[in-house]
């Protein structure tokens, strides 16, 4: 049964600091691992997707890492901002077009 | 091009009452999907549906029901409501194997 774990589940950085959040799959059968940011109360905002043949994916700031034979993906925040506080999930496909996700870490970016 | 919408925004319900939530998928996707997020965790797999059938489901009781419409619009239907039912539901449409767009969600309060 896959099982995604992050951590840490919340973190609190001041402005301007460069961040990884990480997060952890327990089944290395995957064909992608996407990475959302939530808003509190809001839906999920896909952020980036990473396909099982790459390595990295790169969006503005954001940079993900996946290594599937260690089951691990690292999502990189480079400068953070008071913008970028959100929840961010991380999920992996559970069957046809289904996802399972881990619990978020909550981030915190104060001026 | 509208994405994908849910009703209502938010409700309140008291235990052993039935609820009806709504979700109009984005133009040209198909296959909708429900999940459940408590507060603090991560979304879980309700069920999803596909071509007016359910495909695939979660580990959720048949309190838990659903139907899509022939213009692929979709109802999640949660009768004999418990306190553990409280949870911001979302909905998420999509079409083929592409991702998953994400509605912003319905918060269920139960008292």
């Known amino acids: 049964k896959q099982e995604v774990t992050q951590i840490p589940a919340a973190l609190s950085v001041p402005e301007g600091e460069n961040l990884v959040l990480n997060c952890s799959f327990t089944d290395s059968a995957i064909y992608n691992l996407q990475w959302f940011r939530q808003d509190p109360g809001k839906g999920l905002t896909s952020l980036l997707l990473?396909?099982?043949?790459?390595r990295e994916q790169t969006s503005g700031r954001l940079n993900a890492s996946l290594d599937k034979s260690s089951g691990r993906s690292t999502l990189y925040i480079a400068a953070s901002q008071p913008g970028d506080s959100a929840t961010y999930l991380c999920?992996?496909?559970?069957?046809?077009?289904?996802?399972?996700f881990g619990a978020g870490t909550r981030l915190a970016v104060h001026p | 091009d509208a994405g994908v919408t849910q009703s209502p925004t938010h409700l309140i319900k008291t235990r052993g009452q039935q609820v009806t939530l709504r979700c109009s998928p984005k133009s040209g996707h198909d296959t909708v999907s429900w999940y459940q997020q408590a507060l603090g965790q991560g979304p879980q797999f309700i069920f999803q549906y596909y071509e007016e059938e359910e495909r695939q489901r979660g580990n959720f009781p048949d309190r838990f029901s659903g139907h899509q419409y022939p213009n692929y619009s979709s109802e999640l239907n949660v009768n004999a409501l418990l306190l553990g039912d409280s949870a911001l539901y979302l909905c998420?449409?999509?079409?083929?194997?592409?991702?998953?767009?994400f509605g912003d969600g319905t918060r269920l309060s139960i008292l």
């Open positions: 999920a992996v496909p559970g069957g046809y077009n289904k996802l399972i």
């Open positions: 998420a449409s999509s079409v083929g194997t592409q991702p998953q767009h």
């Open positions: 990473i396909q099982s043949s790459q």
